[in-house]
Every structure is written in C-alpha cells, then in structure tokens.
C-alpha cells in the first residue's frame, strides 16, 4: 500500500511564510489564477469602481472535497457569485482565501484551483486578492476556503428579500436537489443507475437576462443553498411578512433526484441547490421572466411554482398533489452538514 511522500502533499512549511510559501503560492495557486491585478500580490487590490457596491463573503466546508459536478473550488467561486446576483449585481472580483491541511495531496489542491480558475472564466471575472494558511493535520479536514466577492449594482435597482408584495408570482429556475444528492451520494459510497451530478454553476449571466427582459419586475431573488427551497421561500415570507403559497406539481424534480432522495428519506424540499434562484416578480411581468429565463441553459426547466398572499404572513403554504394543503416550515436543524 502507496503513500503520498513529503513531494506529493502540502507540509507546514508551506505555511511558514517562507520560501516554501512562496513556492506554494507561484506554483499551485498563481498558475492557476493569474491576472495582471492578482500578479502584484499587494496587501490589497486596488480597484476603480463607480456606482453603488455589493459585498459578501462566504466560507465552504464541504465533504467530500471533490464530488460529482463539481469540488470545493467550484462551490466557492459559485457561490460568492450568485450571493452578489441574485442582488441584481453585476459581480466584479472575488477574494479566495485558503486553509490547508498538512498532508492534503497536491494533486487534489490542483483539482482545486483549476475549478477555481475555469469558473471564474466561466463568470467572467478574476480572483484579485487573497491568503493561503496551512495548519496542523487534523485542523482543517483537508482543506477550507473562504470567498469574497464585490458587484456593481445598476442604477436604483433594489432587490431584496424584504420587497416581495402580495400578488407577486414565484419563480423556481429549474429542477432541485440535485448538489445536496450528489453530495450525499459520493459521501456515502451511493451508486444509481443514473449518475447524480451537483447543479452548482454561477447564475449571474442568467441574472443578467432576467433584468435585461424585465429591469424593474423582479422584487426578490434568492439562491436556495441550505435549508433548500422550502427554507428560502420561509426567509422571504418571514422578511416580507407575507404570505407564500406554492404548487407542489409545479416544483420540477429529476426522477431519479427523487427516487435517491426517497431512499435517504430526505425532502428534496429542504436538500440544497448550488446553481438555482427563486424569483418573486409582479404578476404582469412573469410571464416575460419565465419567457427570458427558457431562453438561457441554466432556465431552461424554470416555472412558475406559486404565489404570494396577504393572509398567513410569515407562512409557506404548499398545495399538494393529493389536493389539500400543507404548511412547509424552515428547516429546524441540519439535515445535511458540510454540503457547501
């Protein structure tokens, strides 16, 4: 039985600050993301920006690291960026700060970090600024990174989870649940007969064709990570203090997400998404939003799920196949830990 030798995996004194550190950084992370304001390794990114800012800032701690449809990399990246989107804003750099395990293969920081840089090409931006730490075995579960991000918001756009009205419509991307089964799946040792693959991908071009079709339709937008769908819908609700109902047939769910999640006794619900938004529109513009976003690949199965009501403020009312209703809550712990 092989090991990885001292060549092969990252060692605290890629953590010392020293020559190692600087080797670490040129050889396994600036070859990967390299750009003109990133190469100055400045203590911080200087940048010229001209309107009114959005900031966020996320950590990932996923496991497994590398999983079907995508990796950690690819997680950090998506999820800073839709974070800034679904503000309506158009994303203009990220941060990427890494903690390493000792130990941890250089082979998978290579996956890593290739994720890293052919998403953020996919999203059209730069990673500009950033810190590497490498600690003790046992301290980091291989390896933990922390994004943030910054986006330019147009004009007097105002999006906000606090703004959903009654009679607005709710609008659902696209299919759910597939990056919580995907995790769960390469975690556990799962196989299906069809391959269950993560749906994370960066929605702000898809954002980008909503408010192009509809500029000033959209009231809320939200990506439905943790806690899934039936979470997020419980935040607006709650911020918005109104109520939501939706149509449980009108939910798009993969069959064989759902015959997975049926044999893990999980919601499809509640699992997360890492490339899907929620919408909350005015009624007269849906329509125009559902046509724009049939109109890009990341919209293609989007729909109408529902609406929001005046009664039942702070409530998720779900109207079931079988025909009665249900209330749908907000998760009260966590059904899947270390999924993003």
Do not use: W
């Not at 109104?242 to 064989?256: D, K, S």
Request: net charge negative.
């Amino acid at each position: 039985m092989s090991s990885n030798g001292p060549d092969d995996v990252v060692l605290l004194a890629h953590g010392s600050g020293g020559v190692m550190s600087h080797e670490l950084v040129a050889k396994r992370l600036l070859a990967y993301i390299s750009n003109t304001t990133l190469d100055r390794l400045d203590d911080s990114a200087v940048l010229s920006c001209h309107g009114r800012i959005a900031f966020t800032t996320d950590s990932y701690v996923v496991s497994p690291l590398l999983f079907p449809g995508g990796d950690i990399g690819r997680i950090a990246v998506c999820g800073t960026i839709n974070d800034l989107a679904v503000m309506g804003a158009q994303p203009l750099c990220l941060s990427l700060a890494l903690i390493i395990e000792e130990g941890l293969p250089f082979r998978t920081l290579d996956v890593v970090m290739s994720s890293v840089h052919d998403t953020c090409a996919e999203a059209g931006i730069h990673v500009v600024t950033g810190d590497t730490k490498v600690v003790n075995r046992g301290k980091a579960d291989g390896l933990f990174i922390t994004t943030s991000g910054i986006g330019l918001v147009p004009g007097d756009l105002d999006i906000s989870a606090r703004l959903a009205q009654p009679g607005d419509r709710v609008l659902l991307s696209g299919t759910i649940a597939e990056h919580g089964i995907a995790i769960m799946s390469a975690r556990e040792g799962l196989s299906f007969s069809t391959t269950i693959t993560s749906d994370c991908a960066p929605l702000n071009g898809l954002v980008s064709t909503m408010l192009g079709a509809v500029p000033t339709g959209i009231h809320a937008m939200r990506d439905p990570t943790r806690g899934g769908l039936a979470t997020t819908l419980n935040e607006i609700a709650s911020q918005s203090d109104v109520g939501i109902v939706i149509n449980e047939a009108a939910i798009p769910v993969r069959q064989e997400v759902r015959a997975a999640a049926d044999m893990l006794g999980l919601d499809p619900l509640y699992v997360a998404n890492e490339g899907k938004l929620v919408a909350v529109a005015a009624a007269d513009h849906a329509d125009a939003l559902l046509k724009a976003l049939h109109g890009h690949p990341l919209g293609q199965d989007a729909t109408i799920i529902g609406e929001v009501v005046s009664d039942k403020p702070g409530k998720v009312i779900m109207r079931t196949r079988m025909g009665p209703t249900r209330l749908v809550q907000m998760i009260a712990g966590e059904l899947l830990p270390r999924i993003c």
